[in-house]
């Protein structure tokens, strides 16, 4: 059977190049919304953090309508460290939707993405957009995106791809690159055209693939896939099992089958060949689970997820300011959120240390656990967190560690220093274009060399550089790199901040507290240009005496305190330092943190 009403779409790009302002669009002139419906931008990005960042971090599914045929979009993160999101995405599509920017032309993440889409065999639309920029070069770009198809072994089909350009967010698409048209049609057009429909054996045993998990307080977990063969039917009893993990088949029911219409789920009574659904009934379903008819068990192949490259210790918060601000608190809550976080993120492990109270958790990159850690600090856990460190492995008895693909664009004046400082951290440069006044370069750099460089990287190109990384392997360890170049100004005493007592530390460096902060023994309060710490007592008052003046503290000025994101802080941390996670404060500490201890254990291990 060939569903000729039916089309199956992913939206792939590099992150901010424009997928989630075209979904809007599609949405809009799909038919989804009424003609005087108020509709947010970037509807699709439901989640607060993906608002706050303006970035897509989860995939999403969503449907419009174009003349009789429905077509099933899934919106996908942009940004390298979800690449997990995006590759499990592609098992439930018939062809893909490749988003390229008209002036920055294919990025590490196209390549990425793409790569997996042409490996599958999909079709490709090549979508250029942003077309109504000033500096946009949809001739060059195009090149670019041919070039790089090339590059991938694309096949003779796949470089045959038709090319269509748009404005997201406009609503305007053409074939030519000189003229656009009020509508997306010609878009839709070439997606009903040229996409694949979905086949299948609509009167076998049904099969289908989970690719996506979803939870919902009354339903418990919804599993999310593609019916590869069959009809599903609400309340059928289902056999699930599993190609890889060795699952034992067991039996479950389909309580509620639902499809996706538009941002809404709709239940509906069946289901068949081609459809992407909704289900729930199955307690323990997982990402890469088969679900079959009874009559014919037999799963099918899941798409091999890649390795994490990172890692960081989550861990009681054990602080003496510890339970104050946050609802969940002890080990088992910390536990069973991170497994609960499992079920949904295929790209994350957890695994459990010889302390009861600590885990390690791996992950895609430094965002991909800043956005866990920051989406279990707004539910209420607290917490502490190790610096992140990236995972080795060994080859033959030769230690090697991740690679990344580092691509910049940096205005002429700031070259010198950049390159500088990647060269201080092992990079290699591979390329160097031109790309008006800026410079694009090309490097391939340690992982490790990476953690802490992107505040740097903005400091000297004054805001104006624009960085991108992308995992390529591993390779031979490259040496020692020395990651940071300051030291840590440390709280002697717990109590509150004062003005006297900030005033007199603040000559060490920059500070992260002002006054009537609340500051305990061992809290990092500031930084210092030093490479070692410093002890400072900003809980110092000025005493009284009858020689004190009344106008004495007014001379005391404070400069403004460094304020520092959660990646930043992330960054910052040094070996020996750990940071607390509450739902009200984030605060940097030492692991040790008696003074006089931490200063024993420095020097006894100095002189062992």
């Known amino acids: 059977?060939?569903?000729?009403?039916?089309?199956?779409?992913?939206?792939?790009?590099?992150?901010?190049?424009?997928?989630?302002?075209?979904?809007?669009?599609?949405?809009?002139?799909?038919?989804?919304?009424?003609?005087?419906?108020?509709?947010?931008?970037?509807?699709?990005?439901?989640?607060?953090?993906?608002?706050?960042?303006?970035?897509?971090?989860?995939?999403?599914?969503?449907?419009?309508?174009?003349?009789?045929?429905?077509?099933?979009?899934?919106?996908?993160?942009?940004?390298?460290?979800?690449?997990?999101?995006?590759e499990r995405i592609l098992k439930m599509v018939n062809g893909v939707l490749l988003l390229v920017d008209a002036v920055e032309g294919p990025m590490p993440q196209t390549r990425f993405v793409l790569q997996k889409a042409l490996e599958l065999g999909h079709r490709i639309i090549i979508c250029v957009n942003k077309v109504d920029r000033p500096d946009a070069e949809p001739a060059r770009v195009v090149d670019e995106v041919l070039n790089l198809m090339l590059d991938l072994d694309a096949d003779e089909e796949q470089l045959e791809s038709p090319i269509v350009y748009c404005s997201g967010r406009y609503g305007t698409s053409s074939l030519n690159p000189d003229s656009q048209q009020d509508t997306l049609f010609p878009l839709f057009e070439t997606i009903v055209n040229y996409i694949v429909p979905p086949e299948g054996d609509e009167k076998g045993d049904g099969q289908l693939l989970v690719?996506?998990?979803?939870?919902?307080?009354?339903?418990?977990?919804?599993?999310?896939?593609?019916?590869?063969?069959?009809?599903f039917k609400t309340g059928q009893e289902i056999v699930v099992c599993d190609y890889h993990?060795?699952?034992?088949?067991?039996?479950?029911?389909?309580?509620?089958?639902?499809?996706?219409?538009?941002?809404?789920?709709?239940?509906?009574?069946?289901?068949?060949?081609?459809?992407?659904?909704?289900?729930?009934?199955?307690?323990?379903?997982?990402?890469?689970?088969?679900?079959?008819?009874?009559?014919?068990?037999?799963?099918?192949?899941?798409?091999?997820?890649?390795?994490?490259?990172?890692?960081?210790?989550?861990?009681?918060?054990?602080?003496?300011?510890?339970?104050?601000?946050?609802?969940?608190?002890?080990?088992?809550?910390?536990?069973?959120?991170?497994?609960?976080?499992?079920?949904?993120?295929?790209?994350?492990?957890?695994?459990?240390?010889?302390?009861?109270?600590?885990?390690?958790?791996?992950?895609?990159?430094?965002?991909?656990?800043?956005v866990l850690i920051e989406t279990m600090r707004r539910e209420g856990y607290e917490f502490a967190v190790s610096m992140p460190k990236v995972l080795f492995k060994y080859e033959n008895g030769v230690k090697m560690e991740p690679m990344e693909q580092l691509i910049i664009d940096v205005p002429d004046e700031s070259l010198g220093s950049v390159m500088e400082k990647i060269g201080s951290r092992k990079g290699e440069l591979v390329n160097m274009t031109p790309i008006g006044s800026r410079k694009r370069l090309e490097f391939t750099i340690p992982a490790r060399g990476l953690i802490g460089y992107k505040n740097e990287f903005l400091t000297d190109t004054k805001g104006e550089g624009v960085m991108n990384t992308l995992f390529i392997g591993y390779d031979e360890y490259k040496g020692d790199i020395v990651r940071r170049?300051?030291?840590?100004?440390?709280?002697?005493?717990?109590?509150?901040?004062?003005?006297?007592?900030?005033?007199?530390?603040?000559?060490?460096?920059?500070?992260?507290?002002?006054?009537?902060?609340?500051?305990?023994?061992?809290?990092?309060?500031?930084?210092?240009?030093?490479?070692?710490?410093?002890?400072?007592?900003?809980?110092?008052?000025?005493?009284?005496?009858?020689?004190?003046?009344?106008?004495?503290?007014?001379?005391?000025?404070?400069?403004?305190?460094?304020?520092?994101?959660?990646?930043?802080m992330l960054e910052f941390l040094g070996e020996d330092e750990i940071l607390e996670v509450t739902p009200k404060n984030l605060r940097m500490r030492k692991i040790i943190l008696s003074n006089m201890y931490r200063a024993k254990d420095k020097y006894g291990n100095k002189n062992n």
């Not at 953090?49 to 303006?54: A, K, Q, V």
């Not at 690719?211 to 593609?226: A, E, K, L, T």
């Not at 809290?523 to 003046?549: A, F, L, W, Y």
């Open 1 to 86: 059977m060939i569903r000729n009403d039916l089309r199956n779409i992913a939206i792939i790009a590099h992150v901010d190049h424009g997928k989630t302002t075209l979904v809007d669009e599609m949405l809009k002139q799909g038919g989804i919304f009424r003609n005087n419906q108020q509709v947010a931008e970037r509807v699709m990005d439901s989640n607060d953090l993906e608002r706050e960042r303006g970035i897509t971090i989860l995939a999403k599914n969503t449907a419009a309508y174009y003349k009789d045929v429905k077509i099933n979009i899934i919106d996908t993160p942009g940004h390298a460290d979800f690449g997990g999101e995006v």
């Open 211 to 231: 690719s996506s998990i979803d939870y919902n307080d009354y339903v418990g977990r919804i599993g999310i896939g593609r019916i590869e063969r069959g009809t």
């Open 245 to 370: 993990s060795g699952l034992t088949p067991y039996k479950a029911k389909m309580v509620t089958l639902m499809q996706i219409d538009g941002l809404k789920r709709v239940p509906v009574e069946s289901a068949m060949v081609g459809d992407i659904v909704c289900f729930s009934g199955c307690t323990d379903i997982t990402i890469g689970n088969t679900v079959c008819a009874p009559s014919k068990v037999e799963p099918l192949h899941f798409v091999k997820i890649g390795a994490p490259t990172i890692e960081m210790r989550f861990m009681v918060n054990d602080s003496p300011f510890a339970g104050r601000e946050g609802k969940f608190v002890t080990t088992r809550q910390l536990k069973d959120r991170l497994n609960k976080e499992l079920l949904k993120d295929v790209s994350l492990k957890v695994e459990e240390t010889e302390k009861t109270d600590t885990f390690i958790v791996k992950g895609r990159g430094e965002m991909h656990l800043s």
């Open 485 to 568: 170049f300051t030291g840590s100004l440390v709280a002697y005493e717990t109590g509150e901040a004062v003005t006297y007592g900030l005033f007199n530390a603040q000559g060490r460096g920059p500070l992260f507290v002002g006054p009537n902060t609340p500051v305990y023994e061992g809290m990092i309060v500031g930084m210092t240009p030093k490479q070692e710490d410093i002890v400072v007592n900003v809980c110092k008052k000025k005493h009284v005496t009858n020689m004190r003046s009344s106008s004495a503290d007014e001379a005391l000025r404070l400069t403004p305190i460094k304020r520092m994101s959660l990646e930043e």
